[in-house]
């Protein structure tokens, strides 16, 4: 499966922006759906994971309250809505999928399919 993560742009702080991650070549259906963001100097952190229905979802502290994910399989994309974001969020977003043998999962070494991100600046 291909994935293209889109959406990202340069926002105030307390702005919302929503991201897309589009697959193309298999089913997103037969994936769980993991969004990370990454900046320099930062390890990589999943902020959203959803299971190939939707049916479970997995947000961290930091982002709970804030940000939703949902996915229409129909169309084979994925969605990461942000709300009231932060400047320390200014950060390289990714999509990334797996077929999720061992379940959902924020750790970003069981994801083996990433797009190639897009960069959200959030400005104070």
């Known amino acids: 499966v291909q994935l293209q993560a889109s959406g990202g742009g340069l926002v105030q702080a307390g702005e919302s922006l929503r991201l897309s991650c589009e697959a193309s070549?298999?089913?997103?259906?037969?994936?769980?759906v993991g969004w990370f963001r990454q900046s320099p100097g930062k390890e990589r952190e999943c902020v959203a994971a959803?299971?190939?229905?939707?049916?479970?979802?997995y947000f961290p502290d930091s982002v709970k309250g804030r940000f939703t994910v949902s996915r229409d399989n129909d169309k084979n994309t994925a969605y990461l809505q942000m709300n009231n974001l932060k400047p320390e969020e200014t950060a390289v977003y990714y999509c990334?999928?797996?077929?999720?043998?061992?379940?959902?999962?924020?750790?970003?070494?069981?994801?083996?399919?990433w797009g190639q991100g897009t960069q959200v600046t959030v400005s104070s």
């Open positions: 959803i299971s190939w229905t939707g049916a479970i979802t």
């Open positions: 070549g298999r089913p997103l259906v037969s994936y769980i």
């Open positions: 990334a999928a797996d077929v999720g043998p061992r379940g959902l999962t924020a750790a970003p070494a069981q994801y083996k399919y």
